[in-house]
């Protein structure tokens, strides 16, 4: 077993390869720089970002990559899930709450009472963006799993095809060598000195997500636009679906929208869910796979 650490998109990541071979420094560095790349790209914390170019851009349609193109596919097919629930254009809604990237956590109540959410739309085809105005776009909650999947394929390109990744709590897992699953625990929300459950992971993505690791006063990262404020439904939940992408997905969904209809939803799916009310009451899917304590 062979291990390595690092720091990025504001939080640690750790990878372990189960394999005897020889990794090279040269290698982990690949790893660190591709995922430091990523963040300049697609992080709202840095000016020269994808994500902030319309910051100040006039309504109108605009070029974007194929990558970011990419995201804003997949975060369109949210938002057409949750009917508007989820939106990356929600990242100057964020900023003047305080979540910025001076973190000065002093919302701008003036800014918040006058702020509408903007109205974008992809255009796949042509790689291009039509935004009504100004906008900055937070990938926060998808944005993660799929960088996790993108270093997995780069873990399976480079002939390390036995590994797990997590960053922030959110994984890809292969199997182990023999075959055998990785045993992982679950943190109870807004106690991380205490297990939830544990899960065998196992060529399976997972991704959590609670409501007290990014909080600040009455704020933190469930964002109900139409009130502009945090959603307070539930307190955390866990996904286990294909890939990390899917699950780092529907964890949005059920963070974002009402239990019932979150509920329904993630069931179309297709993945294993789990989550913790605001009143401590645990619900998970009917073949969530684990042990809950």
Same mark, same amino acid.
């Given at each position: 077993?062979?291990?390595?650490?690092?720091? *990025?998109?504001?939080? *640690?990541?750790?990878?372990?390869?189960?394999?005897? *071979?020889? &990794?090279?420094?040269?290698?982990?560095q /690949?790893?660190?720089?591709?995922?430091?790349?990523f963040?300049? =790209?697609?992080?709202?914390?840095?000016?020269t970002?994808?994500?902030?170019?319309?910051?100040?851009a006039?309504?109108?349609?605009?070029?974007?990559?194929?990558?970011?193109?990419?995201? #804003?596919?997949?975060a369109?097919?949210?938002?057409?899930?949750?009917?508007?629930?989820?939106?990356?254009?929600?990242?100057?809604l964020?900023?003047?709450?305080?979540y910025?990237?001076?973190?000065t956590?002093k919302?701008?109540?003036?800014?918040? /009472?006058?702020w509408q959410?903007?109205?974008?739309?992809?255009?796949?085809?042509?790689? !291009?963006?039509?935004?009504d105005?100004? #906008?900055?776009?937070d990938?926060?909650? &998808?944005? /993660?799993?799929?960088?996790?999947?993108?270093?997995?394929?780069?873990?399976i390109d480079?002939?390390?095809?036995?590994?797990?990744i997590?960053?922030?709590?959110d994984?890809?897992?292969?199997?182990?060598?023999?075959?055998?699953?990785? =045993?992982?625990?679950?943190?109870?929300p807004?106690?991380?000195?205490?297990?939830?459950?544990?899960?065998?992971?196992? %060529?399976?993505?997972?991704?959590?997500?609670?409501m007290?690791r990014?909080?600040?006063?009455?704020?933190h990262?469930f &964002?109900?636009?139409?009130k502009?404020?945090?959603? %307070?439904?539930?307190?955390?939940?866990?996904?286990?679906?294909? %890939?990390?992408? !899917?699950?780092? !997905?529907?964890?949005?969904i059920?963070?974002?929208?009402?239990?019932?209809?979150?509920?329904?939803?993630?069931?179309?799916l297709?993945?294993?869910?789990?989550?913790?009310?605001?009143?401590? #009451?645990?619900? =998970?899917?009917?073949?969530?796979p684990?042990?809950?304590?």
């Amino acid at each position: 077993m062979q291990s390595y650490s690092f720091k *990025a998109l504001g939080t *640690a990541w750790s990878i372990s390869i189960d394999q005897a *071979a020889f &990794i090279s420094d040269t290698f982990w560095q /690949k790893v660190v720089d591709t995922t430091s790349l990523f963040e300049q =790209r697609f992080s709202r914390f840095i000016d020269t970002s994808e994500s902030r170019a319309f910051a100040e851009a006039k309504a109108g349609t605009y070029p974007v990559s194929a990558e970011m193109t990419r995201l #804003l596919v997949a975060a369109d097919k949210l938002r057409q899930l949750t009917k508007g629930q989820y939106d990356p254009a929600i990242g100057s809604l964020l900023e003047a709450a305080g979540y910025n990237k001076s973190y000065t956590l002093k919302p701008n109540e003036q800014y918040i /009472k006058e702020w509408q959410l903007p109205n974008w739309q992809i255009d796949a085809k042509n790689l !291009q963006v039509t935004i009504d105005r100004p #906008l900055v776009f937070d990938f926060g909650g &998808i944005g /993660k799993g799929y960088w996790i999947d993108q270093l997995s394929q780069l873990l399976i390109d480079s002939d390390f095809p036995f590994h797990i990744i997590e960053g922030g709590g959110d994984m890809m897992a292969t199997s182990k060598q023999n075959g055998q699953g990785w =045993r992982v625990a679950i943190e109870y929300p807004g106690k991380p000195e205490m297990a939830l459950g544990l899960s065998v992971l196992k %060529n399976q993505g997972f991704a959590a997500s609670d409501m007290f690791r990014r909080r600040w006063g009455s704020w933190h990262h469930f &964002i109900d636009h139409q009130k502009k404020s945090s959603q %307070n439904h539930i307190l955390g939940c866990a996904v286990i679906a294909p %890939n990390a992408w !899917q699950a780092d !997905q529907a964890t949005s969904i059920l963070s974002l929208t009402d239990p019932a209809q979150a509920t329904q939803l993630v069931n179309q799916l297709g993945v294993e869910y789990l989550v913790v009310g605001n009143d401590d #009451l645990i619900r =998970r899917s009917s073949h969530w796979p684990g042990q809950l304590f």
